[in-house]
């Protein structure tokens, strides 16, 4: 009996001690330094990391960002453990509904994903639509198929085995690279189709962008898709690929910016693939930050939601987007940032708006 | 600690406090506690891992076991675990028998024959710092080591599979065999080895007739108890396996295991894969259970 009535004034003590350091935390909260958290895709995080440190030291607010996946960021946001969250894939009209409250989204930067390739001596290859769809689906397994050398007349393609190196975890970047093979085939969208992890009918899978870019500057003969910030800032061999207008053209930032050049919807919720802009690269694509549209809940205090978006508002003007290049992501183009500030003034808290 | 010392402990000046505090009772307390904490996390965990596992035993029933089908993509959803099954277990099950002639003679150079001399104790220290090694680096020495010396063997698929993850196992696990079985081998009686060598056998007919059939359950017991950490590992075998979501076509294919499926997935997982994901981890739960069962119940049986 004695050692259940120390066990109960052990709990009571300890629950006592925690109370009063939680009433203290939340005095602090309101009237010192915002925290804002926030977690999601690995595929800005380069970029993220970059401008959130630099707002903290220029305003104050403290800033923590998760690269826990973008699946990691939609959760964290229903779960309201953040303050907001991050994603490649843009919610779809079901997956918005089943959110607790009603979601917006704001575009952030703009990404590509790049076809790399490990051939020593062969510079510039030149992919077809056709030819993606051959060697991703298994069909072309030699570098030297007549069909390639056909296409890149002038390279010295060697004999050796094709290694098709994807992604083993669930990723952002190849949702963006399925929704693209599956506008240009038809047979891959049959197949395969479009998503975070896919059923791959060849080829061993690696984990992370950094992993995949790894094992393909590891192996002679492989070939797969990766961020472009990281095939940029590693210098990998990267393929041109074909755009919706027939131009061979190599992943840049200006033409990855091109894609983002034609009619945006107000919600921004839009792949950016096979763009029909000519210049274009064709395998970009916008990356989102969620939040909910009402702020004012589980008790949110005033500060913390102002504090949510006017960061926001920041990251989208030209302050935080003129970094953007110097860790390889294309800005937003104008209209798009117009359209993010448009949505950032329908947030409210209470109802009223927070940004004027 | 005897009676009489607690008691003269009682009867000390200031007996009122000790008996509020008393020492044998605090710890009690607290050795009760911790237990009460160590079955409360143990439940809690079984209890998530079957909640969270239902919603997709739920859909594909048993089929989710022998279904070799994991197709994540929207729409045509199906998620079997016999990939990762098969995976896990050729992994290991070759981690094993590679282990074996490897770690059984080290046991036997340290325990038997060179017990005690300057090279088993060097030897010795060296299997331990095997056991230290953390497994992300044996993944990047697999990676940048072993694996371009296989492509130049020959391998396919650039060396990458379940061969190659096979190979890092078996290193993985050699001193956790080699340790146990040394140790049991040591423990062999001197009266008994003496005993035969009196009746005129040799060196090897001791070990092999006295030694190793004392030390058996010893012996199996880490090999047991091995085999349920190649089961486990995760990091250097998702580095090197290959992570094709398929029955592995061959011992040189390419394949995935339980462990490396979910280290790899969970991030991006909603829904029925969140779901299918955590039942992988309730199975490979049950087949380390198992395996721990069956090496207790060998101990018991043999020892």
């Not at chain 1, 061993?204 to 590891?218: E, F, L």
């Not at chain 2, 890092?168 to 060598?197: D, G, H």
């Amino acid at each position: 009996m004695k050692n259940l009535a120390l066990l109960i004034l052990t709990v009571f003590i300890l629950g006592a001690c925690s109370n009063s350091s939680n009433k203290q935390g939340g005095e602090k909260a309101g009237t010192s330094k915002v925290t804002l958290t926030a977690a999601g895709a690995t595929f800005p995080m380069p970029y993220y990391n970059m401008v959130f440190k630099n707002y903290t030291s220029e305003f104050g607010t403290l800033l923590t960002y998760g690269g826990i996946g973008s699946g990691g960021g939609i959760r964290s946001l229903t779960d309201k453990v953040v303050d907001f969250g991050a994603t490649d894939a843009y919610l779809s009209d079901d997956k918005l509904a089943e959110m607790p409250a009603e979601v917006v989204h704001i575009p952030t930067v703009l990404g590509a994903v790049v076809i790399a390739y490990n051939l020593p001596g062969v510079d510039d290859l030149k992919l077809s639509n056709e030819l993606l769809e051959k060697i991703f689906m298994g069909e072309i397994t030699n570098w030297n198929d007549p069909a390639i050398k056909a296409n890149n007349e002038g390279l010295a393609l060697p004999d050796m085995e094709i290694t098709f190196v994807h992604r083993s975890d669930g990723s952002g970047t190849t949702y963006i690279f399925s929704d693209y093979m599956t506008k240009i085939s038809p047979k891959w969208a049959d197949a395969i189709g479009t998503g975070k992890s896919l059923q791959w009918p060849v080829g061993m899978g690696a984990k992370g962008n950094p992993g995949v870019a790894g094992t393909i500057s590891q192996t002679e003969g492989a070939i797969g898709y990766i961020g472009s910030e990281y095939a940029f800032a590693q210098k990998i061999q990267t393929a041109l690929v074909q755009n919706s207008a027939g131009n061979y053209i190599e992943p840049s930032i200006a033409s990855v910016s091109a894609a983002a050049k034609g009619e945006i919807p107000a919600d921004t919720r839009i792949m950016l693939t096979n763009s029909a802009d000519p210049e274009s690269y064709p395998i970009s694509g916008f990356t989102w930050i969620i939040l909910y549209k009402e702020q004012n809940y589980d008790g949110r205090s005033k500060d913390q939601a102002l504090a949510t978006v006017t960061f926001l508002d920041w990251l989208v003007s030209a302050d935080a987007q003129g970094d953007a290049e110097k860790v390889h992501y294309a800005p937003l183009p104008d209209a798009a940032a117009e359209k993010a500030k448009a949505i950032l003034r329908s947030v409210t808290f209470g109802g009223q708006p927070l940004l004027k | 600690m005897n009676n009489s010392t607690v008691k003269s402990f009682n009867k000390s000046p200031i007996g009122g406090f000790r008996g509020l505090f008393n020492s044998d009772k605090i710890t009690k307390g607290v050795l009760l506690l911790s237990s009460f904490v160590i079955l409360f996390v143990a439940g809690g965990m079984i209890f998530s891992l079957v909640e969270g596992a239902i919603p997709a035993l739920k859909s594909f029933g048993l089929r989710f076991i022998w279904s070799n089908n994991w197709n994540p993509t929207e729409g045509k959803e199906n998620y079997g675990a016999l990939p990762f099954i098969a995976g896990t277990i050729i992994t290991s099950v070759a981690a094993l028998l590679i282990s074996l002639p490897l770690s059984f003679s080290v046991s036997l150079f340290l325990g038997e024959y060179y017990r005690g001399t300057r090279m088993a104790k060097i030897l010795g220290t060296m299997v331990d710092l095997l056991a230290g090694i953390p497994s992300i680096v044996y993944g990047l020495w697999g990676f940048y080591v072993l694996r371009p010396l296989l492509i130049d063997l020959g391998l396919p698929n650039q060396g990458f599979g379940i061969f190659t993850a096979s190979i890092i196992l078996a290193i993985m696990i050699i001193p956790y065999a080699t340790s146990l079985s040394n140790e049991i081998i040591t423990m062999v009686p001197n009266e008994l080895k003496e005993a035969a060598y009196s009746l005129g056998a040799t060196r090897s007919e001791v070990i092999f007739n006295v030694v190793v059939p004392s030390a058996r359950s010893g012996i199996i017991a880490g090999y047991i108890l091995s085999f349920g950490r190649a089961l486990g590992e995760t990091m250097a075998v998702t580095m090197l396996v290959g992570n094709a979501n398929i029955v592995p076509d061959g011992f040189f294919g390419t394949g995935n295991t339980m462990a490396s499926v979910i280290a790899n997935q969970f991030g991006e997982a909603d829904g029925l894969k969140l779901s299918s994901l955590i039942a992988i981890g309730l199975l490979l739960f049950l087949l380390t259970g198992i395996i721990n069962a069956i090496g207790k119940f060998i101990i018991k049986r043999m020892g």
